[in-house]
């Protein structure tokens, strides 16, 4: 997988090693001063993303992936506060990882890049603001680091998985 290093060889024994590394460099690259826990949430999404079964939902045979919409419905059909904030975690996980990965043909339609970038924001927003327990607190500084700039995150995802860097309009 092409890196935010363009070709240089990356030694790592282990997948976390190899994405915490690109991950910082890109970040690096991009000029984004992001927290290093929430660099270390997005190097550690990528490592458990890079196994398909984490990202697909695997159903009679069939590989598919979750729309945004159904992962909101899943929240809001959601039983209890917990389950809920994971659903949300979900969406907006998967929207970064989808956002970033394919950017490029999310951004031939803009509006389709919109609606993943406010999908996503809006879900780690949601976590932010409703974490009232002390070990959702922990999480709470990097879900709205997330939020609040979701399209510059979007980017280091493109950048750290050899895609092209995301354009934006202001």
Do not use: K
Request: proline residues 3%; hydrophobic residues 40%.
């Amino acid at each position: 997988m092409p890196g935010p290093d363009h070709g240089l060889v990356i030694q790592a024994t282990r997948l976390s090693e190899y994405f915490h590394h690109a991950v910082h460099t890109a970040a690096t690259q991009r000029h984004l001063g992001a927290d290093q826990a929430t660099l270390h949430y997005l190097a550690s999404l990528l490592c458990q993303f890079a196994r398909s079964e984490q990202v697909f939902d695997f159903d009679n045979d069939r590989t598919q992936l979750r729309s945004l919409a159904l992962l909101y419905g899943e929240a809001l059909e959601a039983r209890s506060q917990r389950e809920r904030r994971l659903w949300l975690q979900r969406l907006g996980d998967i929207a970064l990882f989808v956002g970033g990965l394919f950017a490029g043909r999310l951004s031939r339609h803009f509006q389709d890049l919109d609606y993943c970038v406010a999908m996503g924001g809006n879900a780690y927003g949601y976590l932010q603001q409703t974490a009232t327990r002390p070990n959702e607190q922990a999480q709470a500084e990097v879900f709205g680091e997330l939020a609040d700039g979701f399209d510059r995150f979007v980017d280091l995802v493109a950048v750290v998985t050899g895609r092209p860097p995301v354009r934006f309009d202001a």
